[in-house]
């Protein structure tokens, strides 16, 4: 079975940190773009960070010198660092991957989430 799994939220102070990690399972031959989301309650899901294969990274203007989007490809894992943690961070933060099956089919599998909440 293909997913995504997703740790490292949790409660934390402003001005602190938090490392969320997401690995992908299953028989997947490549990974293209992964990325992280997320959603607080009564909003929209956005996009926090997303990040190619080969490593070229975008950020949401408003975590743009605060929050670091990783991978290991040999793990199939993406990690994002978040510093400087403020309140208006505090949502559920969905992992995003485009997964490879064949030379002609990729699909985009999502995490099950995990919240971060940013206590002031």
């Known amino acids: 079975q293909v997913q995504l799994v997703e740790s490292g939220g949790g409660l934390v102070q402003a001005g602190g940190s938090l490392r969320l990690s997401c690995a992908a399972s299953?028989?997947?031959?490549?990974?293209?773009?992964m990325g992280w989301y997320r959603q607080a309650p009564g909003s929209q899901r956005e996009l926090v960070a997303r990040?190619?294969?080969?490593?070229?990274?975008n950020y949401a203007d408003s975590v743009k010198g605060r929050f670091t989007i990783s991978r290991d490809n040999s793990k199939g894992t993406v990690y994002l660092q978040m510093n400087s943690l403020k309140p208006e961070d505090t949502a559920v933060y969905y992992c995003n991957a485009d997964l490879v099956f064949t030379v002609n089919f990729q699909r985009q599998y999502w995490g099950q989430g995990t919240q971060v909440t940013v206590s002031s």
């Open positions: 299953g028989s997947i031959a490549s990974i293209n773009g």
């Open positions: 990040i190619t294969r080969g490593g070229t990274a």
